[in-house]
T-cell receptor, first 115, second 115 residues
Framework: SQTIHQWPATLVQPVGSPLSLECTVEGTSNPNLYWYRQAAGRGLQLLFYSVGIGQISSEVPQNLSASRPQDRQFILSSKKLLLSDSGFYLC??????????????FGSGTRLTVV | AQTVTQSQPEMSVQEAETVTLSCTYDTSESDYYLFWYKQPPSRQMILVIRQEAYKQQNATENRFSVNFQKAAKSFSLKISDSQLGDAAMYFCAYRSAGGTYKYIFGTGTRLKVLA
């Protein structure tokens, strides 16, 4: 069966510090991968998605970047965190074209607090 | 661009009763998928139910069912025999049948279940 791992679960970082959140998927190949952010009291905002190794699409101009160094690994990074980067970050995967009706499978999320 | 609207920020239901959560969307596409996700206090996003737009029959999963009105662009979730474990944030989501597999989420409805 497929599983998705996301870490760390919580993170408190000072303003200006770097960030690295990691997400890995097991039990499938060539997944579509996504990073979402959920601000307090708001819905989910798509940050990045990837349909293959090295293929990253950005949805929102911001202080963050994403990379996919391996087929089942997706990394969210920042060189210098801002207070506005605080939030709940969710990684998700889905099957590729033709399987759209199966929906996303989400990781357990990372709560990031920038102080 | 597609949009998803959940006009009820919060709903309450008595245990064992039935509650309906509303969702409307806007799209010019004819083929797409709709989903309801549940986010309990643990923050883990869980797929509740999905609907293919080309299917007229409403989807059902145990106590969860949808009322899909394609012409009205409405996709409501009905929870029957509500249980305490149903208390959560519920998100409605839209996904195009083609394209880049991005999901558009509503802002969510917080469901409280009263004992």
């Amino acid at each position: 069966s497929q599983t998705i791992h996301q870490w760390p679960a919580t993170l408190v970082q000072p303003v200006g510090s770097p960030l690295s959140l990691e997400c890995t998927v097991e039990g499938t190949s060539n997944p579509n991968l996504y990073w979402y952010r959920q601000a307090a009291g708001r819905g989910l905002q798509l940050l990045f998605y990837s349909v293959g190794i090295g293929q990253i699409s950005s949805e929102v101009p911001q202080n963050l970047s994403a990379s996919r160094p391996q087929d089942r690994q997706f990394i969210l990074s920042s060189k210098k965190l801002l207070l506005s980067d605080s939030g709940f970050y969710l990684c998700a995967w889905s099957r590729d074209r033709g399987w759209g009706n199966y929906g996303y499978t989400f990781g357990s999320g990372t709560r990031l607090t920038v102080v | 661009a597609q949009t998803v609207t959940q006009s009820q920020p919060e709903m309450s239901v008595q245990e064992a009763e039935t509650v309906t959560l509303s969702c409307t969307y806007d799209t010019s596409e004819s083929d797409y998928y709709l989903f309801w996700y549940k986010q309990p206090p643990s923050r883990q996003m869980i797929l509740v139910i999905r609907q293919e737009a080309y299917k007229q029959q409403n989807a059902t999963e145990n106590r969860f069912s949808v009322n899909f009105q394609k012409a009205a662009k409405s996709f409501s979730l009905k929870i029957s025999d509500s249980q305490l474990g149903d208390a959560a944030m519920y998100f409605c989501a839209y996904r195009s049948a083609g394209g880049t597999y991005k999901y558009i989420f509503g802002t969510g409805t917080r469901l409280k279940v009263l004992a």
